[in-house]
């Protein structure tokens, strides 16, 4: 996928520019420079990644193509607790894969936004795994997964195919306002 690609697949979640966001399982970047095109200047964009590597790679990156946007680098484990401010939305692209029991992980990932607060949620279209994409979730999975942690208007907003077990979505959740 391109970066036209990843903003794409985020665009329809967020609303206007502007606004406190996360990409949590942010890696090399490929979703948060897609968030900095959306959000630009008038955003801030918390990365949250293990790698440090990763995280100094997509701040290079970053900062050569939207160096006005505010751009805060975290080396953690999103699934543990953070210290954030309460946040306008949040992106979590190709992570929530990475973790068997998903629910508590969740719990805790919402609990950073805000009131009527957004979790854009990109994932592959099954419920079947590999060696490198152990706990997908289909948007259906997402759905049910959605509701039982207490995320409201829940939404498809776009299908790519994917060479990685044949299709990527995106979709919406929002807390309770």
Known sequence: MQHADHVALLRRGIPAPGGLWADFGSGTGAFTLALA??????????????????????????????PAVALSLIVADFARPLELPPLDGLVMANSLHFHRDKEPVLRLVQSYLK??????????????????????????TWQELACRVGLVSTQLLMTRPSRFLGQIYSALSLTRA
């Not at 095109?37 to 939207?66: C, H, K």
């Not at 009527?116 to 706990?135: K, M, S």
């Open 37 to 66: 095109e959306l959000i630009g200047p008038e955003g801030q964009v918390y990365s949250v990644d293990r790698d440090r590597a990763a995280l100094r790679a997509q701040e290079q990156e970053l900062r050569a193509r939207f």
């Open 115 to 140: 009131p009527g607060g957004r979790l854009i949620l990109v994932e592959y279209g099954t419920d079947c795994g590999n060696h490198w994409v152990r706990y997908p979730l289909s948007y259906q």
